[in-house]
Structures are given as structure tokens and as C-alpha cells.
């Protein structure tokens, strides 16, 4: 399994950005996929997950009403729309996968299968 992750930039406080992550591999279909962001010095934190099937997604606290993850089965891929982007979104965000994902509980950087290279986010104020 290989996961990239591309979409990162500067982007003005308000903006927007899209995040894409494509998979490569068999069955991507069965794996819930996650967005994790870090800044340097710290740990690495979760910001949204989906499903398997789409039809479940979860959000940190910080990103709530402000970000939305979706997924394309077809496509292979990933997705995470920010809007209204804030100076401390800025972070190195990686996506990653995990089989076997009830969606009962926030997932944990340690717990995920396979991660993907983060692509950079640096929101300006």
C-alpha cells in the first residue's frame, strides 16, 4: 500500500484549501482513511476520518464545521476541503489508512496501518 498526499500551500487566513490523498493497492474500498496534521516540536494530532463506505466521518474538535473529508472508492482517493483556514492550521498533514475501523472511536496516529508523506499547509495571517 502507498499513500501520497498533495494539495498543500500558503494560503491566506479565510482561505481554503483542498487536500487530496491517492492509494495505491488493493482494496482501498475496505480501509478507513484519516488526515493527521503536525507542527514541528509536536506530537502528531487527528483532524478528520472517514469509513470505509463513506458513510461515517469523524472530526477533531478544532476542525468541526470548518473541514469536511470525503472519500472517491473509485478513485482511490481521499479527500479533506478546509475552509475558513486559521494561522494555527498550519502543519504538515499526512493521510493514512486503517483496516478494521468501528468509527466509535477517534483513531490514533499509532493505531493506523499505512501512512502516506504530508504535504505542507501554511495559512498566513
Known amino acids: 500500500v502507498q499513500l501520497q498526499a498533495y494539495g498543500g500551500g500558503l494560503v491566506q487566513a479565510g482561505g481554503s484549501l483542498r487536500l487530496s490523498c491517492t492509494y495505491s493497492?488493493?482494496?482501498?474500498?475496505?480501509?478507513?482513511m484519516a488526515w493527521f496534521r503536525q507542527v514541528p516540536g509536536k506530537e502528531r494530532e487527528f483532524v478528520a476520518a472517514i469509513a470505509k463506505s463513506g458513510g461515517l466521518t469523524v472530526y477533531a474538535d478544532s476542525v468541526k464545521g470548518r473541514f469536511t473529508i470525503s472519500r472517491d472508492n473509485a478513485e482511490n482517493t481521499v479527500y479533506l476541503q478546509m475552509n475558513s483556514l486559521k494561522p494555527e492550521d498550519t502543519a504538515v498533514y499526512f493521510c493514512a489508512a486503517k483496516l478494521y475501523w468501528s468509527g466509535t472511536y477517534t483513531p490514533a496516529p499509532k493505531v493506523m496501518d499505512f501512512w502516506g508523506k504530508g504535504t505542507q499547509v501554511t495559512v498566513s495571517s
Open positions: 493497492g488493493r482494496s482501498f474500498s475496505s480501509y478507513a
